[in-house]
């Protein structure tokens, strides 16, 4: 692919070795917080757009594409995300980290 | 009561693998827990490794290490959408100060090194959290799974779940990480060499800061590989709720700036990784850096010395582990794990770079999270080299060229800000 | 009664295949870098056989033919549950195809464990997905092969296996009753595996859980392993050509995008009015 040109993030994501585990490694805990939520910085600070703009002012969440940078425990400003490790070495496989 | 060990080093990283290593050459039974499918999967940084702390642990690095190649070239540029201004650094020697590596190829290279000191060392596993007992950390759970030791180390890393999950840290704040993003991009080693005017084993190592991250706090970096350069940008996470577009497109905008484009053309795409890392030093350490049966090192410390220019994490990861491993050494010396016996690690840490260097520089990051160094001073240099430059005539001297262009920001500023960045950096 | 003997012969597989590019000038898989793991589907055939372990008794061993690096991902087998683990690995049995990689395994497990109840395969892999595996290890043991399992009942007195299989596309279940021992291969969207143990690895390292064994104690037939045994020839690899899309959107009234739709297939020639 060219990189002169913008790449769409799932094909960015797509060049990186995975074992994605069927089972979510992060959860929103209440998706009434997030409606409630005017910043949302998890919808622009996730490097792997894990999360997208759901119905009613909801966040939807993806697990598989995560990068486990960890970034949107901590921005997250109702710290509505339980967040995890993925378990069993699942998850992003990095090989040029 | 299952199995027992000397020694659980929680997290098989720079720091980790260091301290099991130290301690099994010792005698120590270690047990290295990774969560990652082997050591260095879950591993990224932005690509350079200060080579000082190898002299003293592994003198054979030079031959042995996964150079990618050593840095003889540094480029500092302040960047606009049209403009930049850069200093360029060189020098003829290559003195093996510092190289530019794959830290998951490094890691694993460690792995070596700990596993062949006679370190057990699992992958595949997440600690969940510290097993407790009258106050003494006395082993680790997994799932359903537990693991004694007399004494653990922590170096699980930026992401402190275990310590937070066991009550020995707080909650990460925004003000105390960045984020990075980065992408791998391969290209032949004759087009790095020309593109960098470098020879075949010599690096450069370059940070950029302005409109990489939109003026915002942070910056971007580029550093070469043999056959790829690793591009990514750094977001002080305290000022990312400021950012005016997703993460993931600002570093495209950043390889797609004129400038950089030319860089990675023809380029091809390896890998997209994203990382926090430590930039409040010492700031960010949990409240006590040891305790009864445990120790703490590497990022999960906030052993990280982030200077906006210079950024080093692997030396001090591999220091503090060493250094936690002497502590060990002498609390079993003593008889005692307790936090008493421990406290030596204290010590250790004060006198050597590790804190030395992290207190030298305690302000350092209140100086770099200064707005105006990414945005007005940017824009400023770079106008002011424009006008300078933009003959037309005019009679231009520096100095009323400065003051034409220093915008918004008074004299006063400029002696402060001035003084602020000498005093801390 | 000793329960089952259940072999779970398991392969490596790279992650995902996006990941691993082909060589322009060798068309050979450009593996630097790309770390070998478990192939996903083996984790689920690991896990029938762990469940039937534990309702049962017996013992689960994993099989892989593998270069040296494969005792990793055996170790991983016995994370989830695996009493132990055989690395098949010699520089004998490089450059093999499925022929003689069933060839390997069917003749290792046979000299290895003459008595087993259960040979347990996953569906196929991730990476070359030709799910040759199993029928072929079968017809050399000449043994019973059910595919699709997601289930069974053993009545161990009696030696007898009751298979339950899924069928996706007709989405009914069918069981079988079969002697053991039988082949197995285990429908790949069932028998979620479990996690890794962390007492089970360190258990792998510090016991030694996984064997390494060579062809001088297998001692295998030359012609019938490694590249020798291998009939198949790859004679051309070509990167299939993205097929440029017109993507053209109608929005309205259903019925005239029905309509809209058929007169474009008519004018392009799909479809014939």
Not at chain 3, 1 to 18: D, E, H, R, Y
Request: contains cysteine; charged residues 25%; aromatic residues 8%.
């Amino acid at each position: 692919m060219s990189l002169e040109r913008k790449i769409p993030i799932e094909e960015r994501l797509n060049t990186n070795a995975w074992d994605v585990d069927q089972r979510p490694h992060i959860r929103i805990i209440d998706p009434d917080q997030c409606r409630k939520c005017d910043k949302k910085p998890c919808l622009y600070l996730c490097p792997a757009r894990c999360y997208t703009p759901g119905p009613d002012g909801t966040v939807l969440f993806s697990h598989e594409g995560c990068l486990e940078c960890g970034t949107c425990r901590i921005v997250c400003p109702e710290n509505n995300i339980e967040w995890n490790y993925p378990k069993s070495g699942f998850g992003v496989q990095y090989r040029f980290g | 009561m299952g199995l027992k060990f000397d020694v659980t080093v929680v997290g098989a990283g720079p720091a980790g693998l260091t301290a099991a290593q130290q301690l099994a050459s010792k005698g120590f039974k270690v047990l290295v827990i990774e969560r990652g499918k082997k050591p260095g999967s879950k591993n990224v940084f932005g690509g350079r490794i200060y080579a000082h702390v190898l002299d003293k642990l592994y003198p054979e690095y030079v031959k042995e290490a996964p150079v990618e190649r050593w840095v003889r070239r540094e480029r500092i540029t302040m960047m606009t959408e049209d403009s930049w201004t850069t200093l360029d650094f060189e020098t003829t020697k290559v003195e093996h100060r510092s190289f530019t590596a794959y830290l998951t190829n490094f890691v694993e290279w460690l792995d070596k090194k700990a596993e062949s000191a006679g370190a057990v060392v699992v992958s595949e596993v997440p600690v969940d959290k510290l097993i407790i007992k009258d106050g003494k950390v006395v082993g680790v759970r997994a799932g359903n799974d537990e693991i004694y030791s007399d004494v653990t180390i922590i170096a699980e890393g930026i992401n402190r779940l275990v310590l937070e999950r066991s009550g020995l840290a707080p909650k990460l704040s925004p003000e105390l990480v960045a984020l990075g993003v980065k992408e791998v991009i391969k290209l032949s080693r004759e087009e790095i060499n020309e593109r960098f005017n470098l020879d075949d084993d010599e690096g450069m190592a370059w940070v950029l800061a302005g409109y990489p991250t939109h003026y915002l706090p942070g910056g971007a970096f580029i550093y070469t590989n043999k056959e790829a350069i690793t591009l990514g940008i750094v977001l002080y996470l305290s000022y990312g709720y400021q950012l005016d577009i997703p993460i993931n497109e600002l570093i495209e905008e950043f390889r797609l700036h004129p400038m950089i484009k030319r860089i990675v053309k023809g380029g091809q795409l390896l890998e997209y990784s994203a990382h926090l890392t430590p930039v409040a030093g010492v700031n960010a350490s949990p409240p006590s850096l040891y305790g009864d049966g445990y120790l703490v090192t590497g990022d999960a410390a906030g052993f990280l010395l982030h200077l906006g220019i210079i950024i080093r994490g692997v030396d001090f990861a591999m220091e503090s582990g060493r250094l936690a491993a002497e502590a060990v050494v002498k609390a079993h010396d003593s008889g005692k794990y307790d936090k008493e016996s421990l406290s030596i690690y204290g010590k250790l840490l004060e006198e050597s770079f590790v804190l030395r260097e992290l207190k030298t520089f305690r302000n350092a990051h209140k100086v770099l999270i200064e707005p105006r160094l990414y945005s007005d001073y940017v824009r400023m240099i770079n106008t002011m080299l424009k006008r300078y430059f933009e003959v037309d005539g005019t009679p231009r001297k520096l100095g009323s060229t400065l003051l034409e262009t220093k915008g918004n920001l008074t004299l006063l500023d400029l002696a402060k800000d001035a003084i602020r960045v000498v005093m801390n950096l | 009664m000793g329960g089952l003997t259940i072999i779970v012969p398991v392969k490596a597989a790279v992650p995902n295949v996006t990941a691993v590019r082909l060589d322009p000038v060798t068309h050979n898989l450009v593996r630097e870098g790309v770390p070998l793991m478990l192939n996903p589907y083996d984790r689920n055939a690991l896990e029938f056989a762990l469940r039937l372990k534990d309702k049962y008794g017996g013992k689960v061993i994993t099989i892989s033919m593998a270069p040296p690096s494969g005792k990793d991902f055996l170790e991983s087998t016995i994370g989830m549950g695996a009493d132990e683990a055989y690395l098949i690995t010699d520089r004998a049995f490089a450059g093999a195809d499925t022929l003689a990689t069933s060839y390997t395994i069917a003749k290792s497990v046979q000299k290895l464990f003459p008595d087993f109840d259960l040979l347990v395969f996953g569906e196929e892999t991730t990476d070359s997905t030709t799910a040759h595996m199993p029928a072929q290890v079968a017809s050399w043991l000449n043994l019973p092969y059910v595919y699709y399992a997601v289930d069974a009942e053993v009545k161990l007195e009696d030696r007898l296996i009751l298979v339950t299989r899924y069928l996706e596309d007709e989405g009914v279940y069918e069981t079988y009753e079969y002697k053991m021992p039988i082949i197995v291969s285990v429908y790949k969207n069932s028998n979620p595996p479990r996690d890794v143990s962390l007492v089970r690895k360190v258990e792998a390292k510090i016991n030694g859980l996984v064997k390494s064994i060579d062809n001088n104690a297998l001692k295998l037939e030359r012609e019938c392993i490694g590249l020798r045994g291998s009939p198949t020839i790859v004679a051309k690899i070509e990167d299939a050509k993205p097929i440029e899309r017109k993507k053209q959107i109608f929005k309205g009234d259903p019925k005239e995008a029905a309509k809209w739709l058929l007169d474009n297939l008519i004018k392009e020639g799909v479809v014939k009015p």
